[in-house]
Each structure stands twice: as structure tokens, then as C-alpha cells.
């Protein structure tokens, strides 16, 4: 159990818990949805394809900046394990269906590597979209590219961040294990 971090508001059995319930009962919805090529659904990447939060957890929680740095460097190695859940029964279930474009806060820095671990996990998209400012708030700059998408059928994530001013037309919000730290109100 990772709990003695403000950040962390789940241990792993209540998040994966969560994650299960959450999971079918968006599934089940998703059945109900039409859904058309040219309609665009949005998929954050960490703590919603793939599970990133200990990553964080390491690096902004325990580390000294010495340390991070070196972890930053090895992170290159991976950044992430597949939610086969959200994958399995959101994710693969509507691919094909429409546009899926990935939004992602990670820094342009953690692209190749990404690519790889979204490419080793059968995760295709049409577009994907990195933080290359890191002095932008998460919540800001997603709303900016969601903003420059039209016609957002569903929006899938598990952060606040995800879903500030959103005009989707579904939101899917997924169990947050790891709090953003991110303050900014719009
Ligand atoms: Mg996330």
C-alpha cells in the first residue's frame, strides 16, 4: 500500500476495485453509444491506459534531485504497465470505431519511450499530443487541445486535469489513485 503521500488517495486494492466497477459499468454504456469515423475520443495515457503513478510517486515523494535525475534516466526504459481493463473493455471496444487522439501531460522528452510501450500494447491512435512546456498547467494545456478539436464524442481520464471546462459529449471518469498536483482553477 502507497498511502503516506497527500498525493496518493487510494491504496492498489480500492483503486483496482474501483478501477473493475468503473470499468464494466462504462463498458456496458459504451454499447449504447453511436459512435462515427469522424468523431474525435480522447484517452489520457497514465492511470488510464497504462498505470504511471508509482513513477510519480518515486520521483517527486522520496528521491533527492541527484537521485531523480537518475531515475528520470532510467524511467527512458519505461514508463508505464497496460491497464488491460481499460484497454480491453473501453479502449479496444471503439478504435476502430472513430478518431482516437491520445493527451498525455508527459513531457515531448518521454516521447520515443512512450511510443514504444504504446506500440508494444497494440494502443494506435490518430493523434497524440505532449506537454512541451512544462511550466504550463496540466489543466490549461489540455483544455487547449481539446479546444482545438471539434465534435469530442467522449473524453476518457482519470484526473481532474482531464475534465476542466470539458464540452465532451461523454465523459468517462476513471478512479484517480494519484492526485495531479496541479492547482490551477480556469
Ligand atoms: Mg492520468
Known amino acids: ?6 498525493n496518493f488517495i ?12 468503473k470499468v464494466n459499468y462504462y463498458s456496458t454504456l459504451l454499447d449504447t453509444i ?9 484517452f489520457d495515457i497514465d492511470e488510464t491506459l497504462l498505470f504511471n503513478a508509482v ?8 528521491l533527492t534531485k541527484s537521485e531523480k535525475e537518475e531515475f528520470d534516466r532510467i524511467q527512458h526504459l519505461d514508463l508505464g504497465i497496460p491497464i488491460y481493463p481499460v484497454i480491453n473493455l473501453i ?6 470505431k472513430c478518431k482516437i487522439i491520445l493527451l498525455t501531460a508527459r513531457n515531448i522528452i518521454h516521447k520515443n519511450i512512450t511510443l514504444i510501450n504504446l506500440n508494444n500494447y497494440n494502443i494506435i491512435y490518430d493523434n ?11 489543466c490549461v494545456y489540455k483544455k487547449r487541445i481539446r479546444d482545438s478539436y ?15 471546462n470539458d464540452n465532451s ?6 478512479p484517480c489513485f494519484y492526485r495531479s498536483e496541479c492547482k490551477h482553477v480556469l
Not at 513513477?55 to 522520496?62: D, E, F, G, H, V
Request: with cysteine; proline share 3%; glycine share 2%.
Open 128 to 138: 497524440i499530443h505532449f506537454k512541451e512546456n512544462p511550466d504550463e498547467c496540466t
Open 10 to 21: 487510494s491504496d492498489m486494492d480500492d483503486y483496482y476495485n474501483n478501477l473493475i466497477n
Open 150 to 164: 471539434s465534435k469530442i464524442k467522449l473524453n476518457v481520464g482519470d484526473q481532474l486535469s482531464d475534465f476542466v
Open 169 to 174: 459529449e461523454y465523459q468517462f471518469i476513471l
Open 55 to 62: 513513477y510519480y510517486y518515486l520521483s517527486k515523494n522520496i
Open 34 to 42: 453511436v459512435f462515427s469515423p469522424n468523431d474525435y475520443v480522447i
Open 1 to 6: 500500500m502507497i498511502s503516506h503521500s497527500d
Open 91 to 96: 479502449y479496444n471496444k471503439i478504435k476502430h
